[in-house]
Every structure is written in C-alpha cells, then in structure tokens.
C-alpha cells in the first residue's frame, strides 16, 4: 500500500516465534530496581541470499535488487507515530533514500525481535525509540559498512575514500556511484563488522526534521487496517457477555429468543462468558441482548468501592518493602517542620476507541489470528494455548491499533476469541460491545500514597514514601518482582530529581478484592508524580516560598530539569497577575527518560466548576527523531491526563463496575480542551520517551493551579467540585 509521500506499509504474514518462558527470563538476569536486562543481539543470515537476491544482513534490515529497503517492525503502530519514527532512524544510519523505506510488521519472535528493556517483543513504557535507538542505528550502520566494503572490492579504492547518500555509495575522487541495490549480492558475502561507527549528531539529514507521518494519508481516507476492520471471506461475527461480577461464572442460559433473531447463526455457553454468532454485527448483538441468562456471581457479588477503598487505606498503614533508602530518615524527619499527607487515586478504565476485538480462523492444520497488539509473541503463545496446537502452527497478523494505552499488552480478548473460533466452520471476528469493553476491562489499579517530610531552612531534609495498590508487575512479568518490590509502582519514587539527603520509600502490596489491574498509560509514574508534586507545593507553602523557586533550590543534580523548569516558568508568565479564583500551578518529572515541566492555568467558579484554560509544557527528552511528532504525543498526552483529572473515575458496586460507556465514563470534549504550548530543549543525548510523560504531567500541575486559585488541596482525584466550592471538605 503506498502513501502519498512514497512510503509504503506493507504488513506480512508472519509465521512463527518461540514461546517466552520464565526459565528464559531468568537466564536473561534481572538488574534490581531496573527491570530485565537482556543482551540484545541482530542475528546474521546465514547461507544464501534469498530467492529474490534481498540483501539481509541482520533480522531487521532487507535491500532488494529494486533498491527498495524493507524495515522488519518490531514495535506496533498505535497512534504514536513510531513506524514514522524508527523508519527515520534507520534511514539515517542507513543513508538509505526514505521515500523507499517499506516497513513489515515483525512476525512474533522474541528471540529476534524482544523489546531490548524487557526481554520480550512488546510496545509500551514510552520506550519504542529509546530501547531501538542504539541497536537499530548499529544495524543500519554494519550494513552501511558492507555496502561501502562491496563497493571499495568493485573500485578497487581504500572504503574510508567512499562515502553514502540517498541509497548510493559514491566515490568523489573518480565522480563515480553505483546504487545499493547493486552491491547487495557481494554485500550479502561479507561479514558484518562487530562495531560499526555511528554518524555525528551533526550530519543527521533525517533525524529532527518534522516529517510528515506515513500513516497519516490512509488513516484520514479511510484505507488504514486496525484490527476491527478485518473482513474475509464467509467471515462471521460474535459478541460476548462475562458476569457482570468479576469471577463469576455461567449458571443457566434460556436462548430460546436469541436462536429467533433473524441473522444469528451460533450461541455459544463456556464457562465464563456466552457468545452469539451471526451474519452480522447487528444479529449477534441483538441475539446476546435476547439471551436469559443467570449468572453465578461468585465470591465477589458483594464488593464494593468501600470494601476497596478500607482494605487498600489499612494496607498502607502497614510497612512496606524498602525500595530505596538512603541517609538516616528518622533523623532527617526530625529536623525543622514535618509535614505528612494521603494522596489517593481511583481505579481507571481504559477505553480505547477502538473496542476489543479478534478475528480468528481455526482448522484442523492450524489456526489463524488477526489482531491488534502490543504484545504479538504473547497473543501467539496464547491463540496456541486456547487452539491445543503447537506455536508453530499459529499464524498471527498484526495491525494498527485504535488506541493501546496498555490494555493491549493483555491478551484475553485472543483467548476468547479462540474458544469461540473453535466451534465455528470458517473465520469469525470477535468485538466486544463499548459496554462489556469498559466493565471487563483491566483497570489502572487506585493507590494510596502516605508522604511525610520535613522542611529546614527552606530545604527538605527528609521524606519518607510508601505507595499502597496493586503490584502489576508480579503478575505480568513476574521474575522482574523482587523481595516485595513492584519496579513499576515505585517508578519516579525512586529516582526523584531533587536533592534529598535522608530518604526512604516503601513499596505495600494490596491487591483490590476481585478486581483485575493492569498498565494504564503513565503506569507508575502517573501515581507517584501525582504524590510527588502535590506534596512539593504544600512544603513549599509550609517554607513560603513560591513552589517555583522552592523547586529550583532543589535540583542541583538535575541541571536538564532545571533548564526546563527556567523555561516553562517564563512561557507560562509565572508570577504575573490573574483574575480572581484562577491560579497557575508547576508541576515537574524525570519519567521515561525525558525531563518535563508543565505549568497550569485554570480557573474555579462559584460551584467549584474547573476550566483549565492553559497548559505551557517543556520538555527535554534528549535527541528529537521527529518534533512534530513529540509536540502531538504530548498535547495528547495532557488532554488523556486532563481528562482523568477532571472525570475518570470507575466504581464498585454489589461487585459489578458502574461505569459502562461515554454517558457516564467522560471524555473530554473538544470545547473543553485547554490551549497548550510545547517547547522543546535542544539536546544532544539519546532520546527518551515521550508517549505517556503528558498523561503524568497534567494531573499534578492542575491540583497544584487549583490550589493557587482557591487555597483547597486535593489530594484525591478526579476533582470533586463540591470540595472546590466548599459544600464537602478536602
């Protein structure tokens, strides 16, 4: 498929990839407190060229006789510009023409294709240019070097006499070039230098340009695939219903109604959910509404947001496991003024706008999946599992994905969509309905944070932390969950920018009563900055001292969060005059990466009604690949923050979730949005991650502007008007 400014996507047929095992983690390592590390290695091809004379020297890079230069995607598209992305850092290190850069998406192969930070083939954690920046550019750069030693072996000249542009290798001496397309086939006999050397930031030609994203053309005219747009021929459709009770099973099922609906071809009964199979969307849908069914709700049926809410608050009375510790905090809290509070956030839903959703075609000889994925090894693994097939004889089609967020890097909805496929003759595509998509959901666990700190001479002289919720990473990736430490709940506690002599931050596990919890984008960040940048205006106020100021005497070791903070304090205007009830709030982080400062401005009326009217976000996330796309993930970024500062919020009731679609699980709508201003911070260090610091960044520096505006602190969210207006207290 070609797009309008000479990219094309094509997306292949990938065949199969080893399963992930725990025994192969724990042979990867683990680093404490960093997550997996793994060595991270391009794999050679061996043996002859390809039957199409492709020149393949590493699993990620293939050149054609035509010239055209194939990139094997190991990350997934889910709106964050990364194919645009990493096809520029490849191009460049490559010098390959980029209007002949085709992408492939990378068949499940954690062995070639595992994510370098996390050992298996996965998008997420902000980490898609940072984690490929390196291994990338190095694979890019040997087989550069190949073509320049194939073509100094053709001239007979020294290969530090040639150099590379645009798909040539071009000898200035002798005014000749000859086009890599040329050269693949003696290229393909040598062997891959060990070290290649990578191009000065300086002569970057790509890398910093605001191109134009390839995805972009298709996604406006309607030709782009997701997952939900998958159609085959014979292909049927499904919806399901799961008890509205987490863990509860079937009881009985009456479908007699639904077998009349005129299209409804199947009514399917497992043990955990009923299906319905028809012609279309519509006949399956109105079969499912037809069903009587009677649930058996399970040890769950009576939980509530309360029961919630007691447990996790009594947890965190609890010690915790020591994550970091550094001084002695017993006497540094004991030095000046000592200031505590509880910060608290709720359970999230995910809500992508494209609902979940699998199509699915088994045989006897095999089973065929095509899906939307963050996680593609791992939806393999689990279509194999569900299918009693062996892995190899699971074909997985990936493709672009109508929002992530995390709930992607789950696989249930494959798992289903299996069970399902296996009781019907040909393909069936599997949605799930917006409302079964938001009550089934894997939610962003609730936290409670407990901080205290004391505060001498203008300066903290100690701060203790101990977060309270669930720990994700013991279920998701459980050899990365060490001695009680939940190295994504502790994310940005750990490592804070500001100069602390006496530290100490735990780590509690709760697990919520038969609710299930996942990564939710921001993941441990978006918590503890939370927490973190609260708490830093109350000191500041207990020090008076303006929170910008009071923030700056802090980063002596942070000069690039520093230089951030200069700059968002004089684009936002910090310390001008407002009117009345609005106030400006700072809130700053180091997450994934990248060092951002963000400046609120909002306004409170008389009924505590909220309207942001300005977010100024700086940001130095170390080399830019492509601004324009940095800008556009951080504005995105700010309004999903935004958004869960102002609205989000799923309830437990009688264990169901009480939220089931727009109507009373907000959005923010577009006349709601605030006007933002990005700035970037020219940087010459590798790039860091940028996808999930907006959804970080808002919550904290809104609190803090409604602080300044009404002189209330929230700490618990979303916002509640009635506390801003006085009718509740904070």
């Known amino acids: 498929m070609r797009h309008n400014d000479g990219l ?14 725990r025994r192969g983690f724990l042979e990867a390592g683990l680093a404490v407190g960093g997550g997996l590390v793994v060595a991270f290695h391009l794999p050679l091809a061996r043996g002859a060229t390809p039957a199409n004379s492709a020149f393949a020297p590493n699993a990620f890079i293939r050149i054609d006789g035509r010239g ?28 390959a023409d980029f209007a002949r850069v085709t992408l492939e998406h990378a068949p499940p192969n954690d062995k070639l294709y595992a994510n370098p930070l996390f050992g298996i083939q996965v998008t997420g954690n902000s980490n898609s240019v940072r984690s490929f920046w390196l291994p990338l550019r190095k694979a890019a750069a040997g087989a550069r070097a190949m073509l320049v030693q194939a073509a100094s072996q053709v001239w007979k000249v020294d290969p530090a006499a040639i150099r590379t542009e645009n798909g040539e290798v071009i000898h200035d001496s002798s005014n ?48 782009a695939q997701y997952g939900i747009d998958v159609m085959l021929p014979g292909l049927k459709f499904a919806t399901l219903a ?15 109604k639904a077998r009349k609906v005129p299209g409804v071809r199947q009514v399917m009964v497992f043990e955990d959910f009923v299906a319905v199979v028809g012609d279309h969307m519509w006949a399956a849908k109105q079969g499912l509404a037809a069903l009587d069914i009677a649930w058996d709700e399970g040890p769950h049926a009576a939980v509530s947001s309360d029961d919630v809410w007691k447990q996790l608050r009594a947890a965190s009375k609890t010690e915790g496991a020591v994550a970091k510790s550094t001084g002695d ?24 706008m494209e609902p979940m959703n699998c199509t699915v075609h088994v045989t006897p000889a095999g089973c065929e999946v095509w899906v939307g994925s963050q996680v593609l090894s791992r939806a393999q693994a689990t279509a194999a599992k569900v299918a009693g097939l062996p892995i190899d004889k699971v074909i997985v089609h990936n493709h672009l994905i109508g929002g992530g967020f995390g709930r992607r890097l789950e696989t249930d909805m494959v798992g289903s969509a299996v069970q399902i496929a296996k009781q019907v003759d040909g393909p069936v595509k599997v949605v799930w309905t917006r409302e079964e998509d938001i009550q089934h959901d894997v939610y962003r666990p609730v936290y409670h944070d407990s901080l205290s700190a004391s505060v001498a001479n203008g ?35 750990v490592d804070m920018p500001y100069d602390i002599p006496n530290m100490r931050v735990e780590f509690v596990r709760d697990e919520p009563p038969g609710v299930p919890t996942g990564f939710w984008r921001g993941v441990g960040p978006n918590n503890n900055v939370f927490a973190i940048e609260s708490f830093m205006d109350e000191l500041a106020k207990k020090s008076n001292k303006d929170p910008v100021v009071f923030r700056r005497d802090l980063l002596g070791n942070s000069p690039r969060l520093k ?7 004089e684009k936002s205007g910090w310390g001008s005059a407002l009117p009345a009830r609005t106030g400006r709030g700072i809130a700053l982080q180091v997450a994934f990466g990248s060092f951002i400062a963000t400046v609120a401005e909002a306004e409170v009326d008389s009924r505590g009604e909220v309207r942001v009217q300005r977010l100024v976000c700086v940001v130095d996330t170390g080399i830019v690949v492509n601004p324009d796309t940095v800008v556009a993930q951080l504005q995105g970024g700010l309004i999903f923050g935004l958004t869960a500062a102002l609205y989000g919020n799923i309830t437990i009731d009688k264990g169901r979730v009480q939220q089931s679609n727009f109507n009373n699980y907000r959005m923010l709508r577009i006349n709601e949005s605030p006007r933002i201003e990005v700035h970037l911070i020219k940087s010459g260090e590798a790039p860091g991650g940028i996808g999930e610091t907006g959804v970080t960044a808002a919550p904290p520096a809104i609190g803090n502007a409604l602080y300044a505006a ?12 009635d506390v801003l207006s006085g009718k509740k207290p904070s």
Request: proline letters at 8%; one cysteine or more; aromatic letters at 6%.
């Open 563 to 569: 230089a951030a903070l200069d700059l968002a304090a």
């Open 176 to 223: 000749r070039r000859l086009a890599y397309a040329t050269l693949i086939d003696r290229a393909g006999g040598l062997t891959p230098p060990k070290d290649p050397p990578l191009k000065d930031v300086k002569d970057f030609k790509l890398i910093g340009k605001p191109l134009k994203r390839f995805d972009t053309p298709d996604k406006v005219n309607g030709k």
């Open 459 to 493: 300066r903290i002289a100690g701060w203790k932390h101990r977060i309270t919720g669930s720990a994700i990473i013991a279920r998701w990736l459980p050899p990365a969950f060490q001695k009680g430490i939940d190295i994504d709940g502790v994310d940005s506690a």
């Open 68 to 95: 055209r230069v194939t990139l094997i995607m190991p990350q997934v598209e889910m709106g964050q510009g990364i194919y645009t992305a990493v096809a520029m850092i490849l191009a460049e290190e490559l010098d």
């Open 242 to 256: 799961a008890c509205p009770v987490f863990g509860g099973k079937v009881g009985h099922v009456d479908d007699t």
């Open 8 to 21: 094309a996507l094509r997306v292949s047929n990938p065949k199969s990839g080893a399963a992930l095992t």
């Open 329 to 352: 905090i017993a006497k540094g809290l004991a030095q000046g003024e000592l200031l505590e509070a509880q910060y608290e956030l709720p359970f999230l839903a995910h809500a992508t």
């Open 710 to 721: 009404t002189g209330i602190r929230l700490r618990r969210l979303p916002i509640d008007p």
